[in-house]
C-alpha cells in the first residue's frame, strides 16, 4: 500500500496549504499458473484445489535421481576400465613328453590382419639343461613362418609383422631330453600377445617424437580407431564376397534345376514314343 500528497486549504483562503497522505491500494500483479515460490515450501495439490505441472519437491527428487543415476553408471564404466586395463596374460602348465602327443603339446590361434605388427613374448620357467626343452613356433593359415625359437626359458620376444589376413597359431612343445631325472616334468608359460596399437612402444614413441602425455595418447587412439576402420572394412570385402558366392551358387543350382526338368520332361515324351511304337509293332493297339 502507497500513500499519494493531496493538497488541503481552507475554503476562501488560497494559502497556509496542508498536505495530507492518502492511503491508496494498488492491484497485485497477475499469479502465474506455471511459476513456483521457491521461497514457500512445497504444497501437496489437494483434490479441491489444481497440481502444477512441477512442484519444488519433484524437481528436487528428479534431480537427485539423476544424480543416482549418474553415480552408478560411472562406477560400472570405471569397473569395466579396470577390467580391461588389468587383463593379465595367458598362463598355463605344459607337460613333458615325446613333443608328438598331446599333452606335450600346446597351440593357441588369433587372427591378424595383413600388415599388422604383432608382439608375441612368452616368459617361461626353469631353465636350460634342466632335463626338459622347450620349443616355440609360429605360423599362420597360410604357411607363412614367423618364428621357430628352440630351448627357450626365461623371456622370449617375437616381433614380427603379419603377411595375409588369416589366423596364425602359437605353438609350445616340451619335450623330454633324458639327460637328467626330472622330478615334475611341467613347464609354466606366461603368453601375452600384442597387435597393432597395442605392440607398439608409445613410451619409446613419446620419447623419440617429443610428445606430450595428450598428444601420446591421442595417437594411439587415433590408430586404433584407424585399426577398426580397416577391420570394418575387411569384414565388407568379406561380406561382399559370400554374398557374390551365394549368388553365383543359387544361380548355378537355379540352371541344373531347369537341366534336370529338361532331361525329366525329354525322357518322359521319349519313353511315351517308344511305347507307343512297341505296341503298334506288336499290333497291340
Not at 9 to 14: D, M, N, Q, S, T
Not at 21 to 47: K, M, Q
Not at 105 to 120: G, H, T
Not at 188 to 213: F, M, N, R, T, Y
Request: charged letters at 20%; proline letters at 5%.
Amino acid at each position: 500500500m502507497a500513500t499519494v500528497p493531496l493538497l488541503w486549504a481552507p475554503r476562501g483562503k488560497a494559502t497556509d496549504c496542508h498536505f495530507i497522505e492518502a492511503p491508496v491500494e494498488r492491484a497485485a500483479p497477475p499469479r502465474c499458473a506455471s511459476c513456483i515460490d521457491l521461497n514457500s515450501p512445497p504444497t501437496t495439490p489437494t483434490s479441491s484445489s489444481p497440481s502444477l505441472p512441477t512442484t519444488a519437491h519433484s524437481i528436487y527428487s528428479d534431480a537427485q535421481t539423476m544424480v543416482h543415476v549418474r553415480s552408478v553408471l560411472q562406477n560400472v564404466c570405471s569397473a569395466l576400465l579396470l577390467l580391461a586395463v588389468g587383463t593379465e596374460a595367458l598362463k598355463f602348465d605344459i607337460q613333458a613328453g615325446s613333443g608328438h602327443d598331446s599333452l606335450s603339446r600346446r597351440c593357441i590361434r588369433n587372427f591378424v590382419a595383413k600388415d599388422m605388427l604383432v608382439v608375441v613374448t612368452a616368459i617361461v620357467d626353469g631353465y636350460k639343461g634342466d632335463g626338459m626343452q622347450l620349443n616355440m613356433h609360429i605360423m599362420d593359415a597360410a604357411g607363412n613362418e614367423y618364428g621357430k625359437p628352440k630351448d627357450i626359458a626365461g623371456e622370449q620376444r617375437t616381433v614380427f609383422t603379419s603377411h595375409a589376413d588369416a589366423a596364425f597359431d602359437v605353438c609350445f612343445e616340451n619335450i623330454l631330453t633324458g639327460n637328467k631325472y626330472v622330478q615334475n616334468p611341467n613347464r609354466h608359460v606366461e603368453l601375452d600377445i600384442d597387435i597393432g596399437a597395442d605392440a607398439k612402444d608409445w613410451a619409446a614413441v613419446q620419447a623419440s617424437e617429443k610428445l606430450k602425455p595428450v598428444e601420446t595418447e591421442l595417437r594411439r587412439i587415433e590408430e586404433m580407431v584407424g585399426e577398426i576402420v580397416s577391420e570394418m572394412d575387411y569384414l565388407r570385402h568379406r561380406e561382399q564376397k559370400l554374398r557374390d558366392t551365394n549368388e553365383s551358387t543359387n544361380n548355378r543350382v537355379k540352371w541344373f534345376g531347369f537341366l534336370t526338368t529338361f532331361l525329366l520332361v525329354g525322357l518322359w515324351a521319349w519313353q511315351i514314343m517308344y511305347l507307343r511304337a512297341y505296341f503298334r509293332s506288336k499290333h497291340l493297339i
